[in-house]
């Protein structure tokens, strides 16, 4: 069943249902009244009876106080006297029907004076108390007139409702439409929406309702789908840039060697340089799938809850940059304060974390240009501080937003990386050329192209400077996202930068 549908039944069914109380309720006063009417005037009828019965007895017809009392409200109404004694003294004790001694005991008490009685018959009972000895009256009469009024009003009352149904329903279905109109504009709105326009959004209600929190809280998601979809395409772009050159290198090495007798140090040198490539290839993979990991691990909210010991996790880090050429320039040093080794405790992953710690220090190493780089590990209140600093030559301000997103280097690299990519192509060129074989000569120059256009994408996205792929820092960030912590970055031009990985701790201190 269609919203509207549904809304309008509802709202019929409530409608009816509150008029269906309000008759009722109208019907129940109606009769309660019409009963209240009633005994009263059969008790005025008792009343009456019982003065004629005792002070008029054998009196002229035509006196003025016997016309006072004689003048009946109910002509028809049956009258009963008892005695103090709850003895039967009119009519007599020949009648097939009389009240019963609880029914006098109950109005002689004051606990009860109205009666229904089973053929349909209403009783009402007096007991007087300073009038002849303690009489008890009883009066009994059909109230038809009354009860073919409340007969009257309940048919009317119930073919109101009935009738009212239909002009209820098309009242409700007509609103219902018209409540329903901003949602049906949302919804042809919706379909406009394709995969060919991720910019486009739902247009706004103006109501300033729930249905407009709906349309922008929809319009937010479409959004943050656009920027994850744009995200997605670049990853897609870069990584298949960043892949597909390696082995269109790797391929064209691969060739030279095939097509020509090569001396054993240039077939070694030929494949030392395909097995870095295989290497940079491999880390390049890993870390792309290890950010993929990261996205999945972080949408299921799937934390780490392992206690480690970051200081332990620390050192195994920098262990593998011994080798590092500029490792000499690194420093790093732990809080004095921090000598219980349980205030060194957070809950994480030891492999995730020594990777992201070793990228941080890594990377300050290779754009410290030879300047110390410091480690230190601190703690505040809540959180464990790993600082990694280094003297480089900083990151702009309107680099930092992007430095952590895949792919995204940062553009001080300039000389340095073409310097690089310029001894390496000298190396290529002192390898040997051999005229005497054209084409492995015209695979080189196809080869010099290749890197050369490489050369200039890298200029023209301004990430050559050292040797990498942008996928260090979002790893690392990625990382600490997964342990619930961050990663922070202050930076000047020229000054350098400082790294803070913040995570939480596991007791107090």
Sequence with gaps: MRIRSRLTLRMVALTAGLLALSFSTVYWFEAAGRRKQFTQLLLSNARNR?????????????TNSFQEYRADVLPNAELYLFTFENELIYPGDNMRWK???????????NAKSHFILSDGREMAGLHMVDEY???????????DEGLSRLKTLQKTLLWVLLLSLPLLWSLAYWYSGRALLPI?????????????????????????????DL?????????????AFQAQKNLISNASHELRTPLAAMHMG????????TDYDTLRNELHRLKSQVQDLTTTTNHLLMLADMETRLREGRHPQMPVNLADILFKALEPLQSHPNFHNLSWQIDEKLENEEALRTKGDEPLLIIALRNLVENALKFGQSRPVEVKLTRSEEDLIVEVKDSGPGIPKEEQEIIFEPFQRGAQAGSEGRREEGR??????????????????????????EEGRRVEDRREEGADHIPGHGLGLPLSARIAMLHQGTITLESTPGQGSLFRLILPVTISK
Excluded: C, Y
């Design 133 to 143: 000895n303690g009489l008890v009256a009883f009066s009994v009469a059909r109230d």
């Design 215 to 227: 349309v922008t809280a929809f319009n937010d998601l479409l959004r943050r789908i656009e920027t």
């Design 50 to 62: 019982t003065i004629i019965h005792f002070e008029f007895e054998g009196a002229q017809s035509g």
């Design 424 to 449: 390496r192509e000298e190396d290529r060129n002192e390898e040997g050329r051999n005229e005497e074989d054209r084409r492995v000569e015209d695979r080189r120059e196809e080869g010099r192209r």
């Design 254 to 261: 691969i060739d030279v060697l095939l097509m020509k007798e």
């Design 99 to 109: 009240p019963s001694i609880e029914d006098v005991e109950a109005v002689r008490k």
């Design 184 to 212: 049906r504009n949302i919804i042809r709105s919706a379909k406009t929406i394709s995969s060919t326009e991720p910019s486009a959004r739902l247009s706004p209600t103006g109501s300033r309702d729930e249905l407009e």
